[in-house]
């Protein structure tokens, strides 16, 4: 049987993988995606061709010789793009921990070493497979020689193959013909110019005619189109340097052994741990076959089931500073409870004869209430098992790793361990899989026993460097004054939720579906069709095909049915109109009237999940559901709000702070101008218009102080003239004019904006008042609109996230007068700026003073923070 050979084109599957992959980050901010990529590709391929041999080419980017021949000819390859050139020293390394051969050789392209090893391979007998994205090398192909050229498709991966009768049927000449097509059409990706105004279809009919350019030209006159013709008469030198250019050196002078390519594992120990580094948590699967767990003889972990024995070991916990530990709940009740010590080593309890689940809280809690610090992963998910209702008592890792790098989609115990101690530790998912928690226990006890103790052993040996990066970065104060605090108010939070009227609820459900469904019938006796309006294809038809809409923008799935598309037709056209209504309703219904009544539990309340360590800007949100996007700009949107209603003898009180990003805007830029306005406690929003405007405050209109108000809003989240010509349906030009009179009215927050862009650009971050850090990375981007982004990141992140402080401060201080004042009272939602509490009818004066005090004392500004507060029987009535 025949051995083969794999050959890959480094650059070029990389470029490919780069353009195919969305944008991949690891913990440090490094791109990863072409990294990603090219392993996805380059396994595809192994698994295929289960081949002896593997080498993979690169470009060392000097001149080659090729080039080097016509110094003359000033060639338009454009520059790498930096996310990509960053990730050339990354897959050469990965593949060199692979022990792949990596082959490059000044002055030559990967195609020319490519060509030759192809070449070379085929006299030797062996079967040679390509892989590349360029089509140059299709001049290589031969009964032997395969050229293979992956393709990303909205299906996956795709890869095109081509020996030698696939050239011919595909482009209807030889492989070496193929060169003379590429000398005519050229490829400006390769800096081959070729002949303006010939094609691939023109450059393949004359060559399959001809056989080469050479001939063509002798043929001159015979050749059409006329414009081919003429064109091929005044660029035949161009076309003759093209063919060099196109033309693959096969004979290129390179040190080279078959034996050095020979495959061996690739899935080695370093592959793994670089793996693991660069967070491919997806490609892990691979490395089966190796020991990766290297701290497994290191540690000293084991489970406890002898009760005298944990008596002495929690005898010598007591004598601990700190401790880590973790709670593993399942179905509300913990199945078991892992806790290391630097002098004990890491031990696992489970509940299970005299070691009841009620005797190891006992003892866990007994040593928190003693003064022994718990180090732990995701606090508030195990507070509800911990009697200690003090944040100085513990210390979570979860945020104390979103404070460090709050741009991570996710923390996880093993990328603690990677990211502060250095230690490459597997994964829930390497351990145990996709069993349960008690499955894995009965199943797989050494797994299970390895998993639960790295969760614990991995927080209490970060928490030291973890602490000290805080410390650095200015931000220890946040985690132990803010965001510790906040996890204990969140899960008090949590615990209370907010009552629903189930029957109400379905009312309002069936009321918005006849809404709905007459809203249905108007709509296709209108459009006289019935077609699923919920269908963006069939909408697009009817609007811009049957009804002759203007301004359809066509795209490969049909025309765009987008909200602002429909938003700027529904102006001029009520079924537009009712299309945009249609779309409310039924999100109205999925969303909330069905999709709410799935949360509701025994006790007839919600409890959603607040979280604490998702918005990189310091926001919370909620989920399970999400509670602070119930909808407030349409009144059909407002009234659910009507369905959420206090316990028996209580009352809801709102509280929601007033335009507090705009004032965090006016503390933090200094603008005198600002302030003043805030000072002369006036309508901030007229105020701005007289300015901006130039008219005398009491003349100004409703137009100009809407105006203002957008470009009020707008400056905070670093808005453009494009933008607020959307926003406003004014022309781009008029927007850019606000924007600038807005900005000599208040030359401060220019200055200040100005300034947070040109800090981020030399710091790579930007932080808030509270010291809260949040990277812009964007800033070093190649492309202008993710670089645009990071411009307003920089503006608008240390003013949202100082309010998300702001609002956290108020939240933890009410949270705890309720208690201290042992009130019955309890704040149990949070929307943004937006505080409620469900309060007893007798305490209402009191919670009143307590949210006022709290919330408009929670910073110190050089403008007051105001709040509005509103009572109501239910939710509706008091927002």
């Given amino acids: 049987m025949e051995k083969k050979l794999v050959l890959i084109d480094g650059h070029s599957i990389l470029n490919r993988a780069f353009y195919g992959v969305p944008d991949l980050t690891n913990a440090q901010g490094i791109h990863t995606n072409a990294v990603y990529g090219f392993l996805n590709i380059l396994f595809k391929i192994l698994d295929e061709e289960k081949p002896e041999y593997l080498t993979v080419a690169f470009d060392l980017h000097a001149p080659t010789f090729r080039h080097k021949m016509f110094e003359g000819y000033k060639g338009t390859r454009k520059p790498m793009a930096e996310e990509l050139r960053q990730q050339v020293p990354l897959i050469k390394e990965m593949l060199i921990a692979m022990d792949v051969k990596i082959v490059e050789k000044e002055g030559f392209e990967a195609d020319d070493l490519i060509g030759t090893l192809a070449k070379r391979g085929e006299q030797e007998g062996l079967v040679v497979s390509v892989v590349s994205g360029d089509r140059d090398l299709l001049q290589l192909a031969s009964t ?496 659910i709000r009507k369905v959420f209603l206090p316990k028996e003898g209580y009352i809801f009180l709102d509280a929601d702070y007033s335009q507090i990003e705009l004032r965090v805007l006016a503390d933090m830029s200094g603008d005198e101008k600002l302030i003043e306005a805030y000072r002369q406690a006036q309508d901030i929003h007229r105020i701005t218009a007289s300015q901006v405007f130039h008219v005398p405050f009491e003349e100004v209109t409703s137009l100009q102080r809407r105006n203002a108000k957008a470009v009020n809003f707008g400056i905070v989240y670093g808005i453009s003239s494009f933008g607020l010509s959307q926003g406003l349906s004014i022309s781009r030009k008029e927007a850019a004019s606000y924007i600038e009179r807005y900005f000599e009215t208040y030359p401060g927050i220019k200055m200040f904006l100005d300034g947070l862009v040109a800090f981020a650009k030399e710091h790579e971050y930007v932080s808030t008042m509270f010291h809260r850090k949040r990277p812009v990375p964007e800033l070093k981007s190649s492309n202008f609109m993710q670089r645009s982004f990071g411009e307003r990141v920089a503006m608008n992140s240390p003013i949202q996230g100082t309010a998300a402080d702001i609002i956290k401060i108020a939240m933890i201080r009410v949270n705890q007068r309720l208690k201290d004042e042992k009130l019955k009272s309890r704040l149990i939602l949070q929307v943004h700026d937006e505080l409620l509490v469900e309060t007893a009818k007798e305490e209402l004066e009191q919670v009143q003073t307590i949210l006022s005090e709290e919330m408009q004392h929670a910073a110190d500004l050089k403008v007051n923070l105001e709040i509005d507060m509103h009572t109501g029987n239910n939710w509706y009535e008091a927002k």
């Avoid at 996956?156 to 595909?170: F, N, S, T």
């Avoid at 190796?290 to 008596?311: G, L, P």
């Avoid at 390497?430 to 499955?439: I, N, P």
């Fill in 144 to 639: 032997k020689i395969k050229i293979r050229i992956p393709k990303t498709k909205k299906t996956g991966m795709e890869i095109e193959d081509y020996l030698e009768d696939d050239v011919k049927e595909r482009y209807m000449v030889t492989p070496t013909e193929f060169i003379d097509v590429k000398a005519l059409m050229g490829d400006a990706s390769d800096n081959i110019p070729g002949v303006p105004g010939i094609g691939e279809k023109t450059a393949m009919a004359i060559i399959s005619m001809y056989k080469s350019i050479e001939e063509a030209y002798a043929h001159v006159e015979e050749i059409k189109p006329n414009r081919a013709k003429e064109n091929l008469k005044e660029y035949f030198e161009q076309a003759k340097l093209s063919k060099v250019l196109a033309t693959i050196e096969i004979n290129v002078p390179l040190d080279y052994s078959f034996e050095e390519a020979l495959l061996s594992n690739l899935y080695t120990k370093d592959a793994y741990l670089m793996c693991k580094r660069l967070e491919f948590k997806n490609l892990l699967s691979r490395f089966q076959n190796i020991d990766t767990n290297e701290e497994k003889e290191e540690k000293n972990f084991y489970k406890v089931t002898d009760f005298s024995k944990a008596e002495a070991l929690f005898t010598g916990y007591s004598k601990e500073k700190e401790l880590g530990f973790f709670l593993f709940i399942q179905e509300h009740e913990v199945v078991a409870i892992s806790i290391s010590s630097k002098k004990e080593g890491t031990a696992l309890f489970v509940p299970e004869g005299f070691l009841t689940q009620a005797y190891l809280l006992d003892k866990l809690n007994d040593l928190f209430t003693k003064g022994v610090k718990g180090i732990t992963f995701g606090l508030k998910s195990q507070l509800k098992f911990l009697t200690s209702k003090q944040p100085a008592d513990f210390f979570d890792t979860e945020i104390a790793a979103y404070l460090l790098n709050p741009l991570k989609n996710d923390y996880s115990y093993e990328d603690i361990a990677k990211d502060y101690i250095n230690r490459m530790i597997p994964s829930r998912a390497d351990l145990l899989g996709k069993t349960s928690l008690s499955q894995a226990m009965e199943e797989k006890p050494e797994e299970f026993l390895q998993y639960a103790c790295y969760c614990a052993d991995a927080c209490l040996y970060a928490k030291d460097v973890m602490q000290e990066q805080l410390k650095e970065q200015e931000m220890e104060e946040l985690f132990e004054t803010i965001e510790m605090p906040l996890a204990f108010t969140l899960f008090d939070m949590e615990q209370e939720g907010i009552a629903i009227d189930a029957k109400a609820l379905k009312v309002y459900g069936d009321e918005l579906k006849v809404s709905i469904e007459k809203l249905e019938k108007e709509i296709y006796e209108q459009a006289e069709e019935e077609f699923n309006i919920n269908s963006p294809k069939q909408l697009g038809v009817v609007l811009f095909e049957k009804m002759q809409m203007p301004n359809g923008k066509k795209t490969k799935t049909g025309y765009s049915t987008a909200a602002d598309v429909l938003e700027k037709l529904a102006v001029e056209y009520p079924f537009v109109s009712k299309i945009l209504e249609y779309r409310q309703l039924t999100k109205l219904k999925s969303t909330y009237a069905d999709g709410l009544a799935n949360y509701i539990e025994k006790d007839g309340r919600i409890h959603t999940t607040f979280n604490q360590t998702i918005a990189a800007t310091g926001r919370i949100s909620s989920t399970e559901p999400n509670l602070q996007n119930i909808p407030i700009r349409m009144e059909l949107g407002r009234l």
